[in-house]
Structures are given as structure tokens and as C-alpha cells.
């Protein structure tokens, strides 16, 4: 399941749901990414997307992430407008069967996420707005997955 959301959602309570009546998975692993304030440099994250479009491109990595890992499901919830330092960016739960396919997926999605997902990252601060790209180290890591 893809689902973007302009408000604030509490990643202890997503995880309790995703977990609820998993009587085969043997692991569920996830990450939450929070904003930083980047000491003060960033009062908010602002993120847009396509909509229908963003969902749709998540979707399809997520569907292969699932065959490629023989994971049993994912959930992935991301943020878009605005974001204060301190609140959840992003949650991505993966379950499977054993451990290593849930940390594999979780860490592949959001290798992907980070780096190739259409999302764009406009940060706000006290000297006006700047768009943010990837890092050089976002797309080492994802090119480790081609």
C-alpha cells in the first residue's frame, strides 16, 4: 500500500497496524525518516508531488521490491507540503517470511525512495528557499541494487 499525506501520522501506530494478524511473516522491518533543522539553516521541508503519478511510480518499485525479495507485503507512507524539523517524513514497513528479505526490501525502497522517487524537496530557511537534489551518496547507494 502507497498512501501520501499532507498531515502529520504517527509512525508508532502505523507499525501496530501493519503488524496486526501477520500469522506467517516471521519479520516486519522499518524506517521512518524525520526532518531535520539542520542547525536552524531549515525551519521546514516542503514537498510536492504528482498526484496519481507519484503513487503510481512508488507502487511499481514496490510491486518489484515484493517479487524481488519474496517479501509478503509493504507499506510505504510519505509526507508532501510542508514538514517541521522533528516530524515523520516518510515510514516504509516491509514483512516477510525471515529477517534479511525485510531489511533487504526496507532498505531498497528507500534507497529508491530517497534518490528516484518524484517527489520535489524545496527546503525553507532563514535565508529564503532552496531546492534540494540527492546526495552524491543517495545515488551510490541505490546503483548498488541494478
Known amino acids: ?24 511473516s516471521g519479520a516486519v522491518a522499518t524506517f521512518v525518516g524525520i526532518a531535520r533543522a539542520e542547525a536552524g539553516q531549515a525551519v521546514a ?6 498526484p496519481g503519478f507519484t503513487e503510481a511510480e512508488i507502487g511499481r ?4 521490491a515484493l517479487t524481488r525479495f519474496g517479501l509478503d507485503d509493504t507499506l ?5 507540503g510542508r514538514i517541521a524539523p522533528g516530524e515523520a ?3 516504509v514497513a516491509t ?15 528507500m534507497d529508491y525512495l530517497k534518490s528516484r522517487a518524484p517527489f520535489w524537496k524545496k527546503e525553507h530557511g532563514p535565508d529564503g528557499a532552496r531546492w534540494v537534489e540527492p546526495r552524491p551518496q543517495d545515488h551510490t547507494d541505490v546503483a548498488r541494487w541494478d
Open 95 to 109: 514483512a516477510s517470511r525471515h529477517r534479511r528479505a525485510a531489511f533487504e526490501g526496507c532498505d531498497f525502497l
Open 1 to 24: 500500500m502507497i498512501r501520501l499525506t499532507d498531515q502529520p501520522f504517527d509512525p508508532g501506530a502505523l507499525l501496530n497496524d501493519f503488524c496486526k494478524g501477520r500469522t506467517e
Open 61 to 64: 518499485i514496490a510491486d518489484g
Open 89 to 91: 517524513i516518510v515510514f
Open 45 to 50: 521541508l516542503e514537498l510536492e508531488a504528482y
Open 76 to 80: 510505504i507512507v510519505h509526507r508532501v
